[in-house]
Structure formats: C-alpha cells, structure tokens
C-alpha cells in the first residue's frame, strides 16, 4: 500500500512503515541469515508472496499471508535476477544474469528454465545475459541481452556514428586454451576521420570459472586499422 515497504539491506529483509515522515521498521521478515545481500524484491499482489533475488542464497519466496519463508532456490546464487515478470496465468518469468530465463510456476511452485542460449540447439538466442525483459499487451516477449562480440563504428565529424561492422562470438567453454586472441575484421572500405571500437565481453563468468558469476575483464594491446 502507499505506507508499508519491503526494504532489502545487510540485515535481511524488513519490513517498514512511514509514520510521520519517518521510515520505521516494524518487522524483520527475512533474517541476514537466510538472505544475504538481497538485490530485488518483488510483490506478487495476487498470492501476497515476496520474492526476493540474492546473491548469497538465490531466489527466496515468502508468504506475507502466513508470516513464513516458503521456499528457497539456492542454484540461482550464481546469476543474479534482474527482474520479476507476471506473464500469463499464474506464471512469473525471472531472467537472470548468465543462466537466461527462468519460469516460475505459482501453483505447483516448480521453477524451471524457459528461455536459454544452447549452443548444439540454435533458438535465435544470442547470450543468457539478460539485462531486461519486457511483456507487451500481446503476450509478446522482448529481451535486451547482453551479447559478446565487437562493433565498428565511423564518422567524419566525431559525434554522428555509423556501424559498419558487427561481429558476435559465442560463449567459451573450459576446453578453450588460455592464450591472446587476435580478431582480424574486414569490412567495405568506408571514407572516416574517427573510428569508434566496442568490444563487449562475457558479463558473468560461467559456472566452470574460477570467478564464476563476475564479470570479465578485457585486455586490449593494440588496435591496427588499415
């Protein structure tokens, strides 16, 4: 309602009330215990259940109705959820950083993967890196995600660009060797004064890495245009 929130801090999550223009706690739903550095929460109004996205525990639901934690998720502790979306009947859509989107079922409480990049069955996915998701009024899903890859951009005056390549790799594996790669790009002459380089690496380490769920860093040495 328009005086009680659900805030997520290091102690867990709270509980609170504005009560003359105060932010007061009245209750600690969730303890630092069971919820370490929650990221999002979010209200389903229909079955009154919070859930919360945590990147010590996972995805953890809480009956506000019953006072109670319902139930928790902990192999999502590695891939952080960037959202919480209703999508048809009794159903949310959860995309996560670096494991896709996830489908929640809020009948049977089964949470399984619904949209996901597989490399040996192409689905037009291009990265599980979901940084938004978004449900139109037609039931359509859109997703912005977060690709690998390297774009070339020209101008002549420094301020309107133009793409003039774009390239995308797909994710690597552990059978990849540790070495330097060199990526040689070719592309229709193009008459230009400035040249603009974005490259975007893996934004979540894979579940393999020894840092996995953190971003990567890129190393550049040189950059030759011909």
């Known amino acids: 309602n328009d005086t009680t929130f659900y805030l997520g801090s290091d102690d867990g999550i709270c509980q609170t009330i504005i009560k003359n223009g105060k932010l007061i706690t009245t209750k600690c739903l969730i303890p630092h215990e069971l919820c370490q550095l929650p990221r999002i929460i979010y209200i389903h109004p229909t079955t009154n259940?919070?859930?919360?996205?945590?990147?010590?525990?996972?995805?953890?639901?809480?009956?506000?109705?019953?006072?109670?934690?319902e139930k928790q998720y902990p192999h999502l502790k590695d891939f952080p959820i960037t959202g919480f979306h209703p999508y048809e009947a009794n159903q949310l859509l959860i995309p996560t950083r670096g494991a896709g989107v996830y489908r929640y079922d809020l009948r049977s409480e089964e949470l399984q993967p619904q949209f996901y990049a597989n490399p040996h069955e192409p689905n037009k996915m291009n990265g599980n890196n979901i940084r938004s998701l978004y449900i139109d009024?037609?039931?359509?899903?859109?997703?912005?995600?977060?690709?690998?890859?390297?774009?070339?951009?020209?101008?002549?005056?420094?301020?309107?660009?133009?793409?003039?390549?774009?390239?995308?790799?797909?994710?690597?594996?552990?059978?990849?060797?540790?070495?330097?790669?060199?990526?040689?790009?070719?592309?229709?002459?193009?008459?230009?004064?400035?040249?603009?380089?974005?490259?975007?690496?893996?934004?979540?380490?894979?579940?393999?890495?020894?840092?996995?769920?953190?971003?990567?860093?890129?190393?550049?040495?040189?950059?030759?245009?011909?």
């Not at 259940?49 to 506000?64: H, K, N, P, Q």
């Not at 060199?182 to 393999?208: C, D, G, I, Q």
């Open 137 to 226: 009024e037609e039931q359509r899903i859109w997703m912005s995600v977060y690709a690998r890859g390297i774009t070339i951009s020209s101008s002549m005056d420094g301020k309107q660009y133009s793409e003039v390549f774009s390239e995308q790799y797909p994710a690597m594996t552990e059978k990849n060797p540790n070495q330097i790669y060199h990526h040689e790009l070719n592309f229709p002459t193009t008459k230009a004064r400035y040249v603009k380089v974005k490259a975007l690496v893996e934004h979540s380490m894979p579940e393999w890495h020894g840092a996995k769920g953190y971003g990567a860093f890129l190393f550049v040495d040189e950059i030759a245009i011909n």
């Open 49 to 69: 259940r919070l859930f919360a996205g945590s990147e010590s525990d996972g995805l953890i639901v809480y009956d506000l109705t019953l006072e109670k934690m």
